[in-house]
């Protein structure tokens, strides 16, 4: 074998090789990007609350989740059907925030949406976060003692916040539902993170959560601004190299390849997963240049083959 078929034969094994790990990471990648949260109660009279993450939109800056219900203990009477008048608290913003589940009527799904903050802008790197917050009370059995609230910056910064604000009042006219959590987020292109916490004074449960895009994603998008960027200036090149010939026969394939581009590149971007409208920062690394380069060598043509003509009239 000679070192020549040596070396092509490696160059074969080597393409082969990434070609195969690539494979084997986006079969495995939703192991990477997915989360899974829980949280018991050590209570024998709680609800259970199941979170299903289905929907990520940073551009809308929502997160939607289903919700599903298990009832353990005196609590119900099954698992789906409630003993005494629950009701259901949580931070929806689009629809209702309170939920009644009536004594004797059996409990289904729900889907709430939750507020997202984030800069969608900083696509592929770009980052968000959100919190779920939770509670859930039944009619008080027994009189309470009067609740402690909370200072006045503190609810104006709880306010702010997003978090989930309850009357006073309301506290010592009904008893808390003691909840177990769990959570299960796996959206393609997004990446989780959280935990999920208790608070002792308004008795609220959240889960915290984190995104991100998927690394997948964010390799897919890197790959698509270097092939806009690569194409324009390939073009450039060509274009440079056409305006700088002696011949005086005009080529117009750059002027085809020129203009193809200034249509193609919009599409190019846009098979990337998620990806906001056209000013995001990765536009400003190649697609808005690209778009622009392309533009200038079709005009650059159009002008060469203009002058090019003018002198041949002039100068039969």
């Known amino acids: 074998m000679t070192r020549k078929n040596a070396k092509r034969i490696l160059v074969v094994l080597c393409i082969l090789g ?57 609590i119900g009477t099954d698992e789906v ?4 008048d629950l009701k259901l608290l ?8 309170e939920f009644d589940f009536p004594k004797g009527k059996r409990i289904n799904r729900i889907e709430v949406t939750f507020p997202l903050n984030g800069d969608s802008n900083r696509y592929p790197f770009d980052k968000h976060e959100t919190t779920l917050r939770l509670l859930m009370t039944t009619p008080a059995q027994k009189s309470h003692a009067p609740v402690s609230i909370l ?5 104006k910064e709880a306010l702010e916040s997003d978090q989930l604000t309850v009357g006073s009042v309301a ?9 177990s959590l769990t959570l299960s987020a796996a959206i393609p292109g997004a990446k989780f993170n959280g935990n999920i916490t208790h608070s ?50 005009v080529d117009f394939v750059p002027l085809s390849l020129s203009i ?15 990806i906001p409208p056209v000013g995001a920062f990765c536009d400003y690394v190649s697609f808005i ?3 622009l380069i392309v533009a200038i060598s079709a005009l650059i043509v159009a002008w060469a083959w203009l002058l090019r003509s003018l002198s041949e009239s002039k100068h039969p």
Request: hydrophobic residues 45%.
């Open 18 to 74: 990434v070609y195969i790990a690539v494979l084997v990471m986006g079969i495995t990648e939703k192991s990477r990007r997915s989360l899974y949260l829980e949280s018991e109660n050590a209570s024998p009279d709680h609800v259970r609350v199941s979170v299903l993450v289905t929907n990520f939109n940073p551009v809308g800056h929502e997160l939607t989740a289903q919700l599903g219900f298990r009832l353990a203990g005196s």
């Open 81 to 84: 059907t409630p003993a005494a």
């Open 90 to 97: 949580i931070n929806n913003v689009r629809g209702q925030q």
């Open 151 to 155: 200072p006045e910056p503190e609810r």
């Open 171 to 179: 506290l010592e006219q009904r008893d808390t539902v003691p909840l």
């Open 200 to 249: 002792e004074d308004t008795q609220v449960t959240g889960i915290k959560l984190s995104m991100r895009r998927a690394n997948n994603l964010i390799s897919v998008s890197i790959l698509v601004n270097t092939m806009m960027t690569c194409l324009a200036m390939s073009v450039l090149f060509i274009v440079l190299r056409f305006v700088g010939s002696e011949d005086k026969q």
């Open 260 to 274: 193809a581009l200034i249509f193609g590149l919009p599409a190019l971007r846009n098979i990337q997963p998620g």
């Open 289 to 291: 240049w690209a778009e």
